[in-house]
């Protein structure tokens, strides 16, 4: 196991780290429910927001872990057909964010501390575009050759959503201390995020 990670290339790792800053720093209903929360019931239930939306993600990371590896292991011609559609769709969330405004309202957070992880955790795990996104984002990192494809997955999918974490309980520290101020750029965070986001929809599709 060691040894598929070791495999990874460095300049390879490095992009998918990458990547995944500029993915959650992107103000999507995560950073909107940690933020909202951080506004509503102070610093502690925006980081709580925050750890349970992580939490819901790196289940997102385990479904896509299980389902697509028994996919490419059945079918791997099936990579290349998942990652145009991912570049595509990541075409579309460029676009969401272009016209997104980025408008944060308190009264969607949550004031308990611990009634924001419930509430973070549960959402995300029924949300479907997490997984949606995931789907789309880790096959473009994912080379059969380096080993066992289950295995990348968990180790880029645990990298992505605990840097994701770590982003949105920022999120959501910050606005509880902060109180409107940060609301107020995420509206110009989605549009830098859409430049982002298009750039790396036309690596993904311009790639050989």
């Given amino acids: 196991m060691l040894e ?9 790792l490095a992009a998918f780290v990458g990547g995944g800053l500029i993915v959650n720093l992107t103000p999507g209903q995560d950073v909107f429910f940690a933020t909202a929360s951080g506004l509503q019931g102070g610093p502690r239930a925006g980081v709580m927001a925050g750890l349970g939306v992580g939490l819901g993600a790196l289940w997102h990371v385990a479904l896509s872990a299980l389902g697509l590896s028994a996919l490419i292991a059945a079918h791997p011609e099936a990579l290349a057909a998942i990652k145009y559609t991912g570049g595509a769709y990541l075409l579309y969330i460029a676009w969401k964010s272009w016209n997104d405004s980025g ?18 955790a549960l959402t995300n795990m029924l949300n479907p575009k997490p997984i949606l996104f995931i789907l789309a984002f880790l096959p473009q990192f994912v080379d059969p050759a380096l080993g066992p494809v289950w295995l990348q997955i968990v180790f880029l999918g645990s990298i992505f959503g605990l840097t994701g ?6 999120y959501g520290y910050l606005a509880g201390r902060a109180g409107h101020v940060i609301g107020a750029k995420l509206g110009l965070l989605n549009k830098v995020a859409a430049v982002l986001f298009a750039g790396l929809a036309a690596r993904l599709l311009l790639a050989e």
């Fill in 4 to 12: 598929t990670i070791e495999n990874i290339p460095l300049d390879h």
């Fill in 103 to 120: 408008a944060a309202q308190p009264g969607k957070g949550v004031q308990s501390g611990w009634a924001a992880l419930r509430k973070g």
């Fill in 165 to 170: 974490t770590a982003i949105t309980v920022s």
